[in-house]
């Protein structure tokens, strides 16, 4: 019973030092250092390693955790434990931006080595299959018609269904109809007035968020004209961001190594840096923002240890 009580301590200690910090989990593209980090602000593991240059990880409804790699030209399939589940995929260009969309499938934005055009792509995840529309010439795993000015970074499902890419060099967000509209893959329209947009994401509030990586900023689309929402000393060439279930926004900072924590846009002072999550992450590009285990999970999963009869040692 002592064992079980000193386990008990434990774990409540542990989650209230998690509580107090963050209440999220984040898993961070490593660029450089070729590797998927995962932080809970208090401690970094590296979850997958031997990547060739990780841009954008999502988990899929089949609890694997896919990871677009740039210059390894495919997209990999790796368990929630970081261990390889299945071949990777591809068509062969290098991948940035993903996400799975509400059709359950996978969609990555794709270009060649010339970074000149870009595309996005649609894969069943469970095989790899491509599974494109047949909108983008040559392409069987496109979905929408090749964009011939810019390649995509950041890709991201609004609440409307649509499809939402960062096209880089174009300095605007285009929105193509998504897989549950009458015309999938067709432009809807084009959001002007960022200056090289990376990552997206939508916010608590329902609005467009993306990161500005040489104006060191993040801007908010509010469904008219996109307006800065934090900018400063405490972003350094921001990539990837994304929202906490409490609202708050988390950055990466790419050339600042760290993960910025900034009040979210229903906090007294939106956009307001608060914290520096976690330092030390190399050279982070995209970020997954998940929730930490409540603490009330924690209690209970601790209960039924306590009630567990105790084995008789022989």
């Known amino acids: 019973m002592k064992y079980l009580l000193s386990t008990f301590a434990v774990l409540i200690g542990m989650t209230i030092v998690a509580h107090a910090h963050a209440g999220v989990v984040i898993y961070a593209s490593d660029f450089s250092g070729g590797r998927l980090v995962r932080t809970d602000g208090i401690t970094k593991t590296t979850l997958v390693g031997g990547l060739n240059q990780p841009m ?3 988990f899929g409804p089949d609890g694997n955790l896919y990871i677009a790699q740039q210059s390894g030209t495919h997209i990999g399939r790796f368990t929630a434990a970081g261990k390889p589940a299945g071949a990777s995929f591809g068509t062969g260009r290098f991948y940035t931006g993903l996400a799975f969309g509400p059709d359950g499938e996978l969609y990555a934005n794709a270009t060649d080595n010339s970074f000149a055009s870009g595309v996005t792509e649609r894969f069943i995840p469970g095989t790899g ?48 109809q998504g897989p549950g509209g009458a015309n999938p893959g067709a432009l809807i329209k084009t959001l002007t007035g960022v200056n090289k947009p990376v990552g997206l994401a939508f916010g608590p509030d329902g609005d467009l968020y993306v990161t500005e990586q040489d104006l060191n900023r993040v801007s908010r689309w509010d469904g008219t004209a996109f307006s800065v929402f934090s900018s400063g000393a405490h972003l350094n060439t921001p990539i990837g961001l994304g929202f906490s279930p409490d609202g708050d926004l988390y950055v990466a900072n790419y050339s600042g190594a760290n993960i910025a924590h900034f009040a979210g846009p229903g906090a007294a002072n939106p956009g307001a840096f608060l914290s520096t999550f976690s330092t030390g992450v190399g050279n982070p590009g995209y970020i997954l923002v998940v929730p930490e285990p409540t603490l009330g999970a924690i209690v209970v999963i601790s209960s039924l240890l306590l009630c567990r009869p105790r084995r008789m040692h022989q």
């Open 56 to 58: 954008s990880a999502a």
């Open 129 to 176: 299959a491509a599974h494109g529309n047949g909108l983008a010439t040559g392409d069987a795993a496109g979905v929408i018609p090749k964009f011939a000015t810019s390649y995509f970074e950041g890709l991201t499902f609004g609440p409307d269904g649509n499809l939402y890419l960062a096209a880089h060099y174009s300095s605007s967000v285009r929105v193509y």
